[in-house]
């Protein structure tokens, strides 16, 4: 049982950092680039996909299916 309780700790601990990720991931995606080159929009893909990823895990561990607004579209995790 104390296993158990440790896990749970463990995985509330585990929630609350994806949720400070995510939303520091929203909050530099709405950040307006002034660049054109390939690394810098190559960057950005990478976090939109992060941040998706931390969605799914947050959901996956919490049982809770969430809507989210990206990109102007609405998505669930089955969409990711």
């Known amino acids: 049982m104390e296993s158990q309780e440790r896990l ?3 995985l509330e601990e ?3 950092i994806l949720e400070v990720c995510h939303k520091k991931f929203d909050k ?15 960057l950005v893909e990478d976090i939109k996909q992060a941040r998706k990823a931390v969605l799914l895990i947050s959901e996956n561990l919490t049982g809770e299916k969430e ?3 990206l990109d102007d579209a609405m998505v669930s995790k089955d969409s990711l």
């Open 8 to 10: 749970m700790e463990q």
């Open 14 to 16: 585990s929630i609350e």
């Open 28 to 42: 530099k995606l709405k950040l307006e680039l002034f660049s054109d080159e390939p690394t810098v929009k190559e």
């Open 67 to 69: 809507i989210m607004e």
